[in-house]
């Protein structure tokens, strides 16, 4: 699915929701007080505020280019790392391995990306609990998708949308046998939640806790 427009249609309905909320109650205000005051401006640039951060927030960044290099695993997320630690995966692999999660803000583009090329080998969608997206137990206690990645050398990646204490909603509708090609859109969660992928425990980490992350740009890690 190739991206080409400014806006996420997952956002059309939120941002017209919004718009016609403010005018309602702006047009109540309005009536109920008609002369205008200072109070009316500072309501007006509030309400202003709160559409474009809606707007922004389902904002596709179509003027990103993805270069990808031999056995890289880019950032499928814009954010901040949030964790660099081997844990041990009991989903999938079954065995430990090199966890990197991205914490994504209310202020950053929540589209998420695919990290590398290859085939959508298993997805599984986990209802569940919306702690905050910081908390360790939300990996796997929170509403979650899990999706494995295996490239055409037979690497495989996980990655971990997750729902976070704001974030409800989580978009993705890949399936077993979809193609993965880096830098196209693999999903989104809506308002803030966080991304964890899954590595070998060899591959050589170019990140570190607290690095911001740029969604298909930034290199986490290079493989073996």
């Known amino acids: 699915m190739r991206i080409n427009k400014k806006i996420h249609e997952e956002g059309n309905i939120a941002i017209l929701i919004t718009f016609v909320v403010i005018a309602v109650v702006t047009a109540f205000v309005n009536w109920l007080w008609p002369s205008q005051t200072i109070w009316h401006y500072i309501f007006y640039a509030v309400q202003l505020a709160v559409l474009v951060l809606i707007v922004r927030f389902f904002r596709v960044p179509i003027w990103r280019k993805t270069t990808l290099e031999p056995d890289s695993v880019l950032a499928p997320a814009d954010g901040e790392v949030a964790a660099n630690e081997v844990v041990m995966e009991n989903e999938y692999f079954h065995d430990e391995r090199r966890q990197i999660s991205i914490f994504m803000s209310i202020y950053n583009v929540h589209i998420n ?93 170019k990140v570190k806790i607290g690095d911001k992350t740029v969604g298909k740009e930034t290199v986490l890690a290079k493989l073996k």
């Open 113 to 205: 990306f695919f990290p590398f090329d290859g085939l959508v080998t298993y997805y599984k969608y986990h209802p569940g609990k919306y702690l905050l997206a910081f908390n360790p137990k939300s990996s796997s206690d929170n509403e979650h998708n899990t999706i494995i990645l295996k490239d055409i050398k037979g690497r495989e990646i996980l990655v971990r949308q997750i729902a976070g204490f704001v974030a409800r909603r989580i978009v993705c509708d890949l399936k077993p046998g979809d193609k993965a090609v880096v830098g196209e859109e693999l999903g989104m969660i809506r308002f803030g939640s966080r991304v964890d992928v899954f590595l070998p425990l060899d591959a050589e980490i």
